[in-house]
């Protein structure tokens, strides 16, 4: 298999099987056998006669060309013991002890089999409420939050992930202020990422400028009122501190709940990009655009859609197989999430494919093509999954979903734009819709000699150029961009642009219009250099929901001491 040497490293440390004393007992090939095998297995179900062998085949030249990718969980899991298999799972917070209880010691389970889980607190009778049986005080759904943070904490993920949690507070919950700066402190309740659950009512509050309801959730009675501008902008504020909270509209989510009937969407996945109703879980798999060009006769590179076509439908029927296969960690799970049969079907290497067609990220025309290009793969996705419903069914609720009136489909949903973390660094491109986050990196090595570490499709072009350089290499990777390098011809600074070369307005502009045409919600983080003010924050706030998209998180360089992507250096 042709794949980076960090792609190894990733797969050799924390997925591939290992014996009592930490050994690898299988290879690399062997991996992506083990997967193709158990995921192909499933069509026997539905065909007694299907051609297993060949369809293993196909699943592993998929994988083994880095054309698509399923999520972590089903490259360590599948074929094996756990055979825990999906990263995203909501679930329900009721309010009582005992359910909170049971709540943490689910996710507990679910967390030791690799999977991530997004919780509302919204239920949870606010601070200082009476307890009937005991006659006490309720501390909260913050203090409880730090409870589930703990749990979390002790249980490290097989060795291999730490559990991570999204957190939700309506906006009109009353302990909301305490929420919003829950993590004023960086090292408070880091296992979670946190959310606003925000309302179209307070959003025509905050354009009003008027004062809302807070409302407790046991009675339903006001408690007070606050100003919804007063409120927004303290979010605004705590973002701009640390990043957090972000904020979903709980509006959007739920109409594009396709089961209503069943309950309202109050959370998501910890990286906000799978809404889910309580205790559906969802698989989620990526295809890499960066494998989906292909060379013109006058050596310019075009889409090759029709591959990109036969990528999709194979990945659906992966997709669809692995929640057969899935071995779910509660029995409630299995049930839910067998009704709805949601698959998160996404892309990675966008900003690489954008790379190679010389169309800058931060433009219209990528914007556009962007839609296009999810457009493309939301139908032909649905497509395929409306030829797995002729011969499998469509998914159980499909005759009182919102779906009813057209084609029937195998799944709810279809689309899903992850992160890809891991995923990108084992296919080697850039993550998810990300634009670039640097082109050079220095490496160093262990006794004391650097390496450079440039982008793949920068150097190619660079060499072809005759313009590579060690030189220009550490220049770029000291400057962090390549905007101001004069070494560098104009058409290459223009389009090799890197997160920090690109306004917020391109960040959600990009989110919005992959928003449109993805069926669930995109992951993406909008970078802010360290010197935007709170005005920038609140901009992109605003834009995000004047664009459409279902959330926002946003992320200011330097507002934290330890960040994930650091320019110039190698964590
Ligand atoms: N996730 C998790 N723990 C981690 C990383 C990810 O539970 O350490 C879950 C989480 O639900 C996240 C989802 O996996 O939203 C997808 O993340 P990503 O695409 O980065 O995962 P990958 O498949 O690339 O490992």
Not at 42 to 52: C, M, Q, V
Not at 435 to 463: C, H, K, S, W
């Amino acid at each position: 298999m042709d794949i980076t040497p960090n792609a190894r490293t990733v797969l050799e440390k924390r997925y591939l099987i290992r014996d009592a004393d930490g050994r690898p007992t299988e290879t690399i090939e062997e991996l992506f056998h083990r997967v193709a095998d158990a995921i192909a297995a499933p069509d026997r179900t539905y065909n007694p006669d299907a051609d297993i062998k060949a369809l293993a085949d196909r699943f592993y030249a998929r994988m083994t060309k880095l054309e698509f990718l399923p999520n972590s969980p089903t490259l360590m899991n599948a074929g094996r013991p756990l055979g825990q298999l999906a990263a995203c799972f909501v679930l329900p917070v009721e309010d009582s002890m005992e359910a909170i209880f049971e709540a943490i010691k689910q996710a507990a389970l679910i967390h030791k089999s690799g999977g991530g889980t997004g919780f509302s607190f919204s239920r949870l009778r606010p601070k200082g409420s009476t307890v009937n049986t005991t006659g006490g005080v309720a501390s909260g759904p913050v203090s409880f939050m730090r409870v589930f943070n703990m749990a979390t904490e002790a249980v490290k993920q097989g060795g291999t992930r730490r559990g991570a949690n999204m957190g939700i507070l309506r906006v009109d919950h009353p302990d909301i202020l305490e929420f919003i700066d829950c993590k004023k402190n960086n090292a408070d309740i880091t296992n979670f990422n946190i959310s606003v659950g925000i309302t179209e009512a307070f959003m025509r509050a905050v354009e009003a400028d008027e004062e809302y309801d807070l409302i407790d959730p046991n009675t339903k009675e006001s408690t007070g009122r606050l100003s919804a501008r007063e409120v927004f902008e303290k979010i605004v504020d705590a973002a701009w501190r640390n990043g957090e909270p972000g904020i979903i509209f709980l509006d959007r989510l739920n109409r594009d709940n396709m089961v209503p009937s069943v309950g309202a969407i109050e959370s998501t996945n910890p990286c906000g990009e799978q809404p889910l109703l309580p205790y559906e879980a969802c698989n989620l798999g990526s295809v890499n655009l960066h494998r989906m060009l292909r060379r013109q006769e006058d050596g310019a590179s075009v889409i090759n859609w029709d591959k990109l076509a036969d990528v999709v439908r194979d990945a659906v029927h992966f997709l669809d197989n692995v929640i057969d296969a899935n071995r779910y960690p509660l029995a409630q799970i299995d049930h839910m999430t067998k009704q709805t049969r949601k698959i998160g079907l996404g892309v990675m290497g966008w900003a690489d494919l954008l790379l190679e067609l010389g169309i800058p990220y931060n433009s219209d025309e990528a914007v556009a093509l962007g839609e296009k290009v999810m457009g493309f793969i939301t139908d032909t996705a649905r497509s395929a999954s409306a030829g797995l419903a002729q011969v499998r069914g469509a998914f159980p609720l499909f005759e009182e979903s919102t779906l009813k009136n057209g084609t029937p489909v195998r799944n709810a949903t279809m689309t899903t734009i992850a992160p890809t973390g891991t995923l990108s660094i084992i296919a080697g491109c850039s993550s998810g819709v990300e634009p670039v986050f640097a082109y050079v990196f220095i490496r160093n090595v262990m006794d004391g000699t650097e390496l450079v570490e440039a982008n793949p499709v920068l150097r190619q072009l660079l060499e072809e150029r005759g313009l590579y350089s060690e030189d220009l290499m550490r220049q770029i990777a000291q400057e962090g961009s390549l905007a101001h390098i004069d070494a560098l011809p104009e058409d290459i600074r223009r389009v090799f642009v890197c997160a920090h070369d690109i306004s917020p307005e391109y960040h959600i502009k990009m989110q919005a219009a992959f928003q449109r045409r993805t069926d669930n919600a995109v992951s993406k983080t909008v970078n802010f250099a360290h010197d935007a003010t709170i005005a920038d924050v609140r901009r992109v706030y605003m834009l995000a929901y004047e664009l459409g998209c279902k959330g926002v998180t946003i992320y200011r360089d330097g507002s934290r001491d330890a960040q994930v992507l650091n320019i110039g250096k190698v964590n």
